[in-house]
């Protein structure tokens, strides 16, 4: 069992604001041989740099940068060591500093926690954040071994070399303690890859019914093929700064109010009981009621206490009081349907073993009470990991700041990447949105980071 | 000086963009060191688990998979058999393997809650259907170990 010690849960300080100035990405795909990894973080560069209606020139950004943190999940995957250096170089910014980050899926959340950290104890003023993968150059069958060697390999790797099976583990679990039905988790996969459908930049877009997601091959029982992240090859880039600078660069900067990370054990096995750490929409009233014969522990297989960690610090750090009515946006780590329902819960959405609410009830919907994963998610549009964590931001920047349509509805953009605009395009733009929050989360819920952004004036 | 280049040539996958083949043809040698003793247990036939010996620390459960220090107190464990019996805590039987699996699918995995051990070690099921709740017992692959986690399965008891 877990006891917290009077530091543990010391609230984490910014000693000044952080500020998000622009946003880039390229496309993603399964396989992308025409660029190569340096061309991939480029373009997502120049992206940021040339197309958020910045006030300064690309000449006086790259003469205002002091930093730069990289974002890449496996070396093994892009089989190149330092891979960062080489991306530094070809960027254009030796000799400056820069270090890279890596915490498997949640890389992209923690390198934008290591950014805003230079930034907000003055370290830095401006810091662009690059993340990437390329996981092409290998078959699936091998992807998906390299990806499982992110469990432990002496204990767990072996036993099917597939990270979908120790999802598919929990869900089994959670299905049982929380008798929530199938269609609900495969509700979350049709809405993901059905906002996927607006975005120029997905991988997996599609139209699917509840029944397409369950008459679908299985991976590892339950989980099938559509209810399972993408394997992506692209880049996202955003743009940290501090007050001054934000302010110099761009009319409408968005405030990084909170970032904070959680973790647990690697092996999922290894997660012992404790009582449940409350979030400040929580008392122990909420739970009053919540152990009974079939679940008798927290937080099991069901629960991830890396994100109910990172979600506890984060709401205390931003005073966040309850996230469905402070925030207007949401995107989550939706790796597996299984893992967005576990995490409404670990955030607070809705009490342990309610998560399904959220998504029965529309609440996680476009012109639901907090839209969630509308760039289409891990599952619709992207996951090439180390840049995931960062394009979650970058979308929620630009509904932050009203620029959704500028970034997903113009034909051009999507004939950049070869795609067509749908007939039936919808604009996802939520009206006014002010606050919005991200989940970045690795493992089976080893890293967990939680950031919450919001609209700045001044 | 003459260099010359020893002839292998790397496989073209693609002209346009030009796109190669890199070989790989090593392998890792990997040691398990202190937790070797719970694979050799495996070959024997034993589930070794570990326990601390700290008298001041809270945990008193065994540990499995095992750890040769206490992640609570940081002192040396000390090995203990395991109970050999368990109940499938959950499951799910993969279809799908990556790469290196070394058995054919589908083959069930499940998770497995022991009396008095702190864990719910993965495992797999050799013979039958999994559901939660199921007792089992562990059985060792003695003959032919493969010297992986893979030596221990449960079947239904």
């Known amino acids: 069992m877990i006891k917290f010690g009077p530091g543990n849960l010391r609230i984490p300080r910014f000693q000044r604001p952080v500020y998000v100035v622009a946003g880039g990405m390229t496309d993603f795909r399964k396989r992308y041989p025409e660029k190569n990894t340096c061309e991939l973080c480029t373009e997502a560069l120049r992206m940021a740099v040339e197309e958020n209606d910045l006030k300064v020139s690309p000449e006086e950004f790259r003469r205002s940068v002091n930093w730069c943190v990289y974002s890449q999940f496996a070396d093994h995957f892009g089989d190149q060591l330092l891979a960062a250096a080489k991306v530094h170089d070809y960027l254009g910014f030796d000799p400056l500093?820069?270090?890279?980050?890596?915490?498997?899926?949640?890389?992209?959340?923690?390198?934008?926690?290591?950014a805003a950290q230079a930034v907000a104890s003055g370290y830095a003023s401006c810091v662009p954040v690059v993340g990437w993968e390329r996981m092409d150059e290998v078959s699936t069958k091998v992807g998906n071994a390299y990806i499982a060697s992110a469990a432990c390999k002496d204990f767990e790797s072996e036993l099917g070399w597939m990270y979908a099976s120790y999802y598919a583990l929990m869900a089994q679990r959670y299905q049982f303690e929380n008798e929530v039905p199938r269609e609900t988790l495969a509700?979350?996969?049709?809405?993901?890859?059905?906002?996927?459908?607006?975005?120029?930049?997905?991988?997996?877009?599609?139209?699917?019914?509840?029944?397409?997601?369950?008459?679908?091959?299985?991976?590892?029982?339950?989980?099938?093929?559509?209810?399972?992240?993408?394997?992506?090859?692209?880049?996202?880039?955003?743009?940290?700064?501090?007050?001054?600078?934000?302010?110099?660069?761009?009319?409408?900067?968005?405030?990084?109010?909170?970032?904070?990370?959680?973790?647990?054990?690697l092996r999922t096995a290894d997660r012992r009981h404790m009582p449940i750490l409350l979030l400040p929409n929580e008392t122990e009233a909420t739970y009053k009621d919540y152990f009974n014969g079939k679940r008798n522990e927290w937080p099991g297989f069901s629960s991830f206490l890396a994100a109910r960690m990172a979600a506890y610090l984060a709401y205390n750090m931003a005073g966040i009081k309850d996230p469905v009515a402070d925030f207007d946006l949401l995107e989550t780590h939706d790796a597996f349907t299984i893992s967005d329902i576990q995490t409404y819960e670990d955030i607070g959405l809705r009490p342990y073993g309610r998560g399904r609410?959220?998504?029965?009830?529309?609440?996680?919907?476009?012109?639901?009470r907090l839209p969630t994963n509308l760039s289409g998610g891990l599952i619709g549009t992207m996951h090439s990991v180390g840049a995931t964590g960062i394009f979650q931001l970058a979308e929620l920047l630009w509904q932050l700041q009203g620029k959704w349509e500028k970034f997903h509805a113009d034909p051009e953009r999507w004939a950049r990447y070869g795609k067509t605009k749908p007939k039936d395009f919808r604009n996802l733009q939520v009206p006014n949105a002010k606050r919005a929050c991200a989940i970045s989360h690795a493992g089976t819920g080893s890293h967990v980071t939680v950031a919450i952004m919001e609209r700045a004036s001044r | 000086m003459t260099v010359e280049l020893n002839g292998t040539t790397a496989e073209i996958v693609s002209d346009e963009p030009l796109v190669i083949k890199n070989l790989k043809n090593w392998h890792h040698t990997h040691s398990y060191g202190g937790w070797g003793r719970f694979f050799k247990g495996l070959r024997e036939g034993k589930l070794l688990?570990?326990?601390?010996?700290?008298?001041?620390?809270?945990?008193?459960?065994?540990?499995?998979?095992?750890?040769?220090?206490?992640?609570?107190?940081?002192?040396?464990?000390?090995?203990?058999?395991?109970?050999?019996?368990?109940?499938?805590?959950?499951h799910s039987t993969v279809q799908y393997p990556g790469a290196l699996f070394r058995a054919d699918p589908p083959c069930p995995l499940i998770s497995v809650s022991i009396d008095g051990v702190c864990t719910k070690l993965m495992s797999y099921l050799k013979d039958g259907t999994p559901r939660i709740g199921m007792p089992v017992r562990a059985v060792f692959n003695t003959k032919k170990p493969t010297n992986t986690i893979l030596d221990l399965a449960w079947v239904p008891r």
Not at chain 1, 357 to 368: P, V
Not at chain 2, 57 to 77: A, F, I
């Open chain 2, 49 to 90: 688990a570990t326990r601390c010996v700290n008298p001041v620390c809270r945990e008193k459960r065994l540990w499995l998979p095992p750890r040769c220090d206490c992640p609570d107190c940081w002192s040396r464990m000390e090995w203990t058999p395991a109970p050999t019996i368990g109940e499938i805590f959950t």
């Open chain 1, 187 to 265: 509700k979350i996969a049709c809405k993901n890859h059905g906002y996927a459908r607006f975005s120029p930049y997905s991988q997996n877009p599609g139209d699917y019914t509840v029944e397409d997601i369950l008459k679908n091959d299985i991976v590892s029982d339950p989980l099938s093929f559509l209810e399972c992240c993408v394997m992506s090859v692209g880049a996202a880039v955003i743009i940290l700064a501090d007050e001054e600078t934000a302010f110099k660069m761009t009319s409408n900067p968005v405030q990084l109010k909170a970032i904070c990370g959680g973790t647990h054990t």
């Open chain 1, 97 to 114: 500093g820069n270090i890279e980050v890596k915490t498997g899926g949640a890389t992209g959340g923690s390198a934008v926690l290591a």
């Open chain 1, 357 to 368: 609410e959220f998504i029965d009830s529309g609440d996680a919907y476009f012109e639901g």
